[in-house]
């Protein structure tokens, strides 16, 4: 037989056996199938195919490494899939094949968590599609599924330290908000003796003052002096108090009136 060949310098004719052409398409098919297998190690997914009226089921070589099966058993056994999913995903994972099969959908999906052979838990992205027969019967699933497991810990781990940041967050608003009440107590023992002396002084001052004015024997003007002396004395323990409150009203106005009243 002839085959018609493309060449840069223009269509050209050359014989060509049914060995050669036969196995050059068996050359380029293998090459094809090496790059998907390739591919899907690379992707982290397989591909598989289950026919329904046969109960046969195909899967790639890199589910089988995927899933930790032999690639020897060419059978995978008809309830394999739900011996590995988690039995609390079998509900979630049947819900959506039967919305998918009822509404004759052509493609589906899911992600849900398989326990394979090798004791580890694994995150598994599934989609799928549905072909039907002239009559509009489930003849064949196929589809795709990839293992995430690792993007989906990293997003856990992102989440969590997502939370962990706001609740850092949080607390430190909280602490910026302490600050100036700390700054108050460390404060409040070098203010409240300040205060105490401070008032006590004057206080003392005032009742010496007070003393002296009620002496007949100083002179006129002495006494008019002392007076005034002696209501500075009553302002600057009035203005003390009302600092006092402005400042810390629960310790240091009690121990200004205790000494204004001692």
């Not at 600050?179 to 460390?186: A, C, I, K, M, V």
């Not at 006590?200 to 007949?216: F, N, P, T, Y």
């Not at 302002?235 to 200004?256: F, M, T």
């Amino acid at each position: 037989m002839k085959w018609r060949v493309e060449r840069s310098s223009g269509p050209t004719e050359r014989s060509l056996d049914a060995d050669s052409v036969n196995s050059a398409v068996f050359e380029s098919m293998c090459k094809n199938a090496a790059l998907l297998v390739d591919a899907e190690r690379l992707a982290k997914l397989g591909s598989w195919e289950r026919d329904l009226p046969a109960k046969e089921e195909i899967w790639s070589p890199n589910l089988y490494e995927m899933l930790g099966f032999d690639r020897a058993v060419r059978r995978v056994p008809d309830t394999i899939f739900w011996d590995l999913v988690l039995p609390d995903n079998h509900e979630m994972v049947r819900t959506i094949l039967e919305c998918a099969l009822m509404d004759r959908l052509l493609s589906y999906e899911y992600q849900c968590r398989f326990a394979l052979p090798n004791s580890r838990e694994h995150v598994f992205f599934t989609k799928g599609k549905l072909d039907f027969d002239s009559a509009d019967r489930l003849v064949r699933r196929m589809g795709v599924t990839q293992d995430i497991t690792v993007a989906v810990e990293m997003n856990r781990e992102l989440v969590e330290s997502d939370r962990l940041l706001r609740i850092s967050e949080s607390e430190l608003r909280a602490l910026s908000g302490r600050l100036p009440q700390l700054e108050d107590y460390e404060k409040r023992p070098v203010s409240l003796a300040l205060h105490e002396r401070t008032s006590q002084s004057i206080v003392g001052m005032r009742m010496r003052i007070g003393a002296l004015v009620g002496d007949g024997s100083l002179a006129p003007s002495v006494g008019v002096a002392l007076i005034d002396c002696e209501k500075i004395a009553s302002d600057a323990i009035e203005e003390l108090g009302s600092l006092s409150q402005i400042l810390y009203p629960p310790l240091l106005e009690d121990s200004l009136g205790l000494a204004i009243r001692g």
